[in-house]
């Protein structure tokens, strides 16, 4: 505030015309005042984006959840083992924090819940999973838990999360990538509707089902209890899930965040190959009934198809079998592949592998297992060797709600613009390769996700990585959500 003559300012005063003080003093002292203006602006900034919980908070709770682990040197933890109940106790712990009132149900899933005003509205679900991959990366399920809790912590220390218009629950999810039990989606399928009860009766490698593990946690593991799971469809409002994006894209976008238009869907296969177990230095190479080489071939046949499917598929435009331009999404993948008795002197008598295959049309990913399954049993067959193939999983492609991710679409774009003070292009919309416990929840509601960029695309492995802001970024989305949509009390804009 510039005085003239010998007026005051509130901050500071200037001598008249005739005083000595030098000119460069003046400048200096407006500088001061300036850059003092500045400074608390931009802490006030910061302060209203809730860094301190949405940023540093969450980073920190979701390095704890990294360091808890059934393996020792990498990240690990799968359906109900000692790992995944010790973070289900951690999170518990978050979302008292968070003023949420706290359960585990049947499956094993942790749910955090915050009533309503309205008592008979429905509620809006957000989640993602707590288990993990083998060597996991420690944002891939955890990051959507710790932001659901974040936002809502900020809610309450606003005085705003018992003046909800309808109920927010938080669930982190018992299972998701079903590396315990090669079965994806038990504890969001469990809630939808859509495990049947035959699913109690999966074995574990170790012959254990899912059964015999509720039970050792102390649930009941009883057809009648995963009745109890399920939620009514008329009850809930929708499902929110924010995750890493697991690919590319958005990094090469320069975009922190992204909507989700629609999952891929996804088949997965059991192969299991049966020759001839003998001396590896007796039997010729003609007179071999070799498991592992039909195994190899049956795996390079299903690379060759899935990078050219026209190759192998004619396309009868009259009959409208597939869309050509669909295939751009197809990818297939060998993840795990054992072989008996697994010696180096030994010609292996049965290898079993794993089969993923994904696509963003349900009818073309048909086509390829069908293609997949009919050169299985021709080369078996030519190789003199016995071939099954069982299906562990299938889910179709999902397409989020239009109006949902509208809705997370303007509050990502508002959030943008609040971080960088600066206009940004359109946030970026785009498919998903990967399977998310939105595909079960499609079942029971509507649903939409935020995908938030990861370095490399690098996921799956513990290289994964998402920065602090971009976590920041995440919550605040989710936060602007409920503002706008759920507590009935916006945010400025």
């Known amino acids: 505030m510039a005085v003239v003559s010998g007026k005051s300012s509130l901050f500071y005063s200037v001598p008249a015309k005739n005083a000595s003080v030098p000119s460069l003093s003046i400048a200096l002292i407006l500088l001061l005042v300036a850059e003092g203006l500045e400074a608390e602006s931009v802490d006030d900034g910061r302060n209203q984006l809730f860094a301190g919980i949405l940023r540093d908070e969450a980073v920190e709770r979701i390095n704890q959840l990294a360091k808890i682990s059934d393996a020792d040197g990498y990240l690990e933890r799968t359906f109900l083992s000692s790992a995944s109940v010790k973070a289900a106790q951690l999170i518990i712990e978050w979302m008292r924090d968070a003023g949420l009132r706290t359960w585990v149900d049947q499956m094993g899933n942790v749910h955090g819940r915050s009533e309503a005003l309205n008592t008979t509205a429905e509620t809006l679900l ?61 504890g969001s399928a469990a809630i939808a509707g859509q495990l049947p009860a035959s699913a109690l009766r999966t ?61 891929a869907g996804q088949t997965r296969l059991k192969v299991k190959v049966s020759g001839s177990q003998g001396h590896a230095g007796t039997v010729p190479m003609l007179m071999r009934q070799d498991s592992m080489v039909a195994a190899a071939e049956l795996i390079v046949n299903l690379e060759s198809l899935c990078k050219y499917p026209d190759r192998a598929l004619t396309y009868k435009e009259q009959c409208g079998s597939y869309k050509k331009e669909s295939f751009s999404g197809l990818v297939c993948t060998v993840g795990e592949i054992s072989s008996w008795p697994g010696a180096s002197n030994v010609i292996p008598g049965q290898v079993n592998f794993t089969v993923d295959i994904r696509a963003m049309d349900d009818d073309d990913r048909g086509a390829i297992v069908t293609e997949f399954s009919r050169q299985v049993y021709q080369i078996c067959d030519n190789r003199m060797v016995n071939c099954t193939i069982e299906h562990k999983h299938t889910a179709e492609a999902v397409h989020c709600d239009s109006e949902l ?39 029971l509601t509507k649903v939409g996700m935020l995908f938030v960029r990861c370095r490399g695309g690098v996921s799956h492995s513990p290289d994964e990585y998402v920065s602090d802001n971009d976590v920041w970024a995440a919550g605040l989305v989710l936060l602007h959500f409920l503002d706008q949509h759920v507590s009935g009390d916006c945010m400025s804009s």
């Open 405 to 443: 991710s509208q809705q997370l679409k303007q509050a990502a774009h508002s959030t943008v613009k609040k971080m960088s003070r600066k206009i940004q292009d359109e946030v970026p919309v785009l498919m998903s390769g990967a399977g998310h416990d939105a595909m079960a929840m499609s079942h």
């Open 203 to 263: 074995s574990d490698k170790n012959g254990a089902t899912i059964q015999d593990v509720l039970k050792e946690n102390s649930f009941e593991g009883s057809d009648a209890s995963l009745l109890q799971v399920k939620y009514d469809p008329e009850s809930v409002w929708g499902y929110i899930e924010v995750h890493i994006e697991q690919g590319p894209v958005l990094e090469s976008l320069g975009s922190p965040l992204g909507i989700v238009k629609g999952i």
């Open 126 to 186: 957000i989640g993602s999973h707590a288990d993990t991959v083998v060597d996991a990366g420690k944002f891939d399920g955890s990051l959507g838990i710790i932001c659901a809790i974040s936002a809502l912590k900020v809610l309450k220390t606003n005085g705003k999360l018992h003046k909800l218009s309808r109920p927010v629950e938080v669930i982190a999810f018992s299972d998701e990538e079903g590396v315990r039990f090669q079965s994806t989606f038990l």
